[in-house]
């Protein structure tokens, strides 16, 4: 497969208050086009400022981020970013914010956003402002809106994080879901090792702060994946060594 | 039934407050202080041959047009000094000075420029209004959390599309409550330019029922429909909180 985004020797440090803190540290890396790979690493350790170079909100000391062979400096709609928080708009009706990022002259947006609404479940949901959604429907209304511009590439900073457990692992069924039906190229930076094993084709383990690449590993196991499965909790297992955490199964 | 319930303390802390007032008038003997039924009395007369309605009318429409031309000035000067760095750093010192500004300083200089018609009594809703609404609108802009700002940017919509979808309906909550302020302070506004220098309108009807003959019955009933009309304004004004594409703010 072709490489979709190549990481190439990024550094970025911001000015603190005892001299310069170094963050990311030569982080390099290729995503290839479709792969799903999941970043985990300590708190602390620089993820999100990594998202943000990634997504092209953040420009890195030096290094560049390379995306289809070019250079990309500044966000596009190619490539949408999910953060924790979320950034459905409120005062949008559910429909509002899945046109929102669809160009005015396109001919069925329309029928697109209804598409879309209906393939995350929020058929019936259209015409709801957000602050009448639960968390997990907002979820599925933001990963909508990301869809129905057809980006590329899905930037995902801790998606499902500030959900309770069971709504997490039922989003990241979701998303799967999703996934299996449109191929997009995927970035998940998460502190849960079991849903990088549960969702990603790759799963690379970042160092404490400044960050670089420390260790990267496979996940061979075809989906639907059983987590409680001999070889998932091996992986688990040696993914949390090299985080730190020693652990026995 | 909730609504009644919740309504009644305060309908007893009203009749109360009424009471008292009527006892203390005849206990005091007094011929000039009003009792609540003179009051209702001097209404009713006022009401009957029309200029009750003439004043209130007169009042109404110097605030609609001070005010209405106040929003139209502030809302999108809000909008710009909350967008465009420079226009803030410029021109929020002068707001900032001229804002704590009684409206009522600006009386002497408004009979000066305006004279004493329908002008001044504008001039000065205008004056009293547009400050709040500016300070408020900008710093709607100003607090727009950013994740929703860089959503925006990652979408990559053109530059109106930002303005119409994001920056104007995220400030339109701070507009709202910019726009209760200014309609509360040109409703106070009106009835004292009003006591200056004009032949009509609910500052005035004070003023002249005191003038002409002591009738402290119009004084205080002109002083009750103030409040009145006060508070339904200020109730047209939390309608618009309720409006769907607002609540989020408000509503948690």
Not at chain 1, 119 to 128: I, R
Not at chain 1, 172 to 178: F, S
Not at chain 2, 147 to 157: C, D, I, K, M
């Amino acid at each position: 497969m072709p490489t979709k985004i190549s990481i190439q020797n990024i550094r970025k440090s911001f000015e603190a208050d005892k001299g310069r803190l170094e963050v990311i540290a030569d982080l390099k890396f290729e995503v290839n086009d479709g792969e799903f790979v999941a970043i985990v690493g300590p708190s602390g350790c620089g993820k999100t400022t990594l998202m943000n170079i990634m997504s092209g909100f953040l420009q890195p000391d030096s290094g560049a981020i390379v995306i289809d062979g070019r250079p990309r400096t500044k966000p596009n709609s190619k490539g949408i970013l999910i953060t924790q928080q979320g950034s459905v708009f409120p005062w949008l009706t559910v429909k509002q914010n899945l046109l929102f990022g669809l160009p005015d002259d396109l001919p069925n947006r329309d029928a697109l956003a209804d598409e879309y609404a209906a393939l995350v479940g929020l058929k019936g949901f259209e015409n709801n402002y957000p602050h009448e959604l639960s968390g997990g429907m907002l979820k599925r209304a933001e990963i909508a809106r990301a869809l129905v511009v057809k980006p590329e590439i899905l930037y995902m900073d801790e998606p499902f994080s500030a959900l309770d457990a069971l709504m997490s692992l039922r989003m990241q069924n979701e998303l799967l879901r999703i996934l299996a039906k449109e191929k997009h190229t995927v970035l998940l930076i998460t502190h849960d090792v079991e849903e990088a094993i549960h969702v990603a084709d790759r799963i690379l383990v970042l160092s404490p702060r400044p960050a670089r690449i420390q260790a990267s590993f496979d996940v061979p196991f075809t989906h639907p994946r059983k987590l409680s499965s001999p070889q998932a909790q091996a992986l688990r297992v040696a993914i949390l060594k090299e985080l730190g955490v020693e652990e026995t199964v | 039934m909730k609504r009644v319930n919740q309504a009644l303390p305060s309908i007893v802390v009203i009749a109360v407050v009424v009471a008292l007032w009527w006892a203390l008038v005849v206990l005091a003997d007094s011929v000039i202080f009003p009792t609540p039924w003179q009051v209702i009395q001097g209404t009713m007369e006022l009401a009957r041959d029309g200029t009750l309605w003439e004043h209130i009318g007169a009042s109404l429409m110097r605030v609609g047009v001070g005010f209405g031309i106040a929003v139209a000035f502030a809302i999108p000067l809000g909008l710009w000094m909350g967008w465009v760095r420079g226009a803030f750093v410029t021109l929020n010192p002068l707001f900032q000075i001229l804002r704590p500004i009684s409206p009522i300083a600006w009386i002497p200089i408004a009979i000066l420029w305006f004279g004493v018609g329908n002008a001044s009594p504008i001039y000065l809703i205008f004056i009293a209004s547009v400050f709040p609404m500016i300070v408020q609108t900008t710093a709607g802009v100003h607090t727009i959390e950013k994740r929703y700002l860089r959503a925006a940017e990652n979408f990559g919509v053109p530059r109106a599309k930002l303005f119409l979808h994001v920056v104007i309906p995220a400030t339109l909550p701070d507009i709202i409550v910019g726009m209760r302020i200014g309609l509360g302070v040109a409703w106070l506004v009106v009835v004292a330019a009003e006591m200056i220098a004009l032949r009509s309108g609910l500052g005035y009807m004070i003023m002249d029922s005191r003038n002409a003959g002591n009738r402290y019955d119009l004084v205080v009933a002109g002083m009750i429909i103030i409040g009145l009309i006060g508070l339904m304004l200020d109730g047209i004004m939390r309608l618009l909180e309720g409006m769907k594409n607002v609540r989020w703010r408000y509503a948690h």
